[in-house]
């Protein structure tokens, strides 16, 4: 764990991820395209960089360094839901034209690296950039914050941006799960001839490409359906027990 004199291993933590949500840690030596990052989150795969911001300037940094890999982005990977999102995300670029890529890429930005949320009714931070930037969370009450629209491709007219400086501008959306309904809306318009699905057993992605791997895709689905099911039934056995 982090501690005045130690920095987790990425070994360490990756095998944390991998128990937790399946997710691994794969070290980099700085920034991927928008296109080879995001194909390495549709196999579960969170490229990570090594290297710590500089002692002169503790509190930020233009570029992701381990601080920001393991306080902003290890804890995010380690919730199902977004690890979930995550690899959809990821999904969703493989195939995709350029264009497309590139709003998945802003879509990305805008939620997990610099996303806001309301909870409760006040504005809550969760995305990686802010989380592991003291002085821009500092700076962070007098930036504007704009609402996302609830409305398909939410973030199909918003500007993509990089770490290079304070940002001038947030975006917040009504939660995260209103965050995946939206990307999922919006990644169902991606125009490429196949469907894609994530096989967690061989983690390998496969193509939809005919019916007999539908069918077998649809069989696997109807077994997970019947153990929610079974497991449901127990659940208002057990309350009907307890509240005659």
């Known amino acids: ?9 990425l070994e360490d933590v990756s095998r944390f991820l991998k128990q937790r949500t399946g997710f691994q840690l794969r070290p980099v030596a700085g920034y991927l395209s928008s296109r080879d990052f995001l194909a390495g989150l549709a196999f579960r795969v969170f490229h990570c960089t090594q290297y710590i911001r500089h002692s002169s300037d503790p509190f930020y940094t233009p570029e992701p360094d381990c601080c920001h890999e393991l306080l902003g982005h290890v804890p995010l990977l380690a919730d199902a839901s977004f690890a979930q999102f995550s690899q959809e995300l990821g999904l969703a670029s493989l195939g995709a034209s350029d264009e497309e890529v590139d709003k998945l890429a802003t879509c990305y930005f805008f939620t997990v690296e610099f996303g806001l949320c309301k909870q409760a009714g006040e504005m809550r931070v969760y995305g990686a950039g802010l989380l ?51 990307f999922r809306e919006f990644a169902s318009t991606i125009k490429r001839p196949f469907g894609l699905r994530y096989n967690p057993y061989t983690q390998t992605v496969e193509i939809l490409s005919n019916t007999r791997k539908i069918a077998n895709l649809v069989s696997e689905l109807k077994g997970d359906l019947c153990v929610v099911t079974t497991a449901l039934k127990k659940i208002r056995g057990k309350q009907c027990v307890k509240d005659p």
């Open 132 to 182: 592991s930037s003291v002085a821009e969370l500092q700076c962070f009450p007098k930036i504007p914050v704009k609402m996302l629209p609830a409305i398909l491709q939410p973030y199909s007219n918003i500007k993509s941006s990089r770490y290079l400086e304070y940002h001038s501008l947030f975006y917040c959306n009504i939660s995260k799960c209103f965050s995946l309904l939206c």
């Open 1 to 9: 764990s982090f501690r005045k004199n130690n920095i987790p291993q």
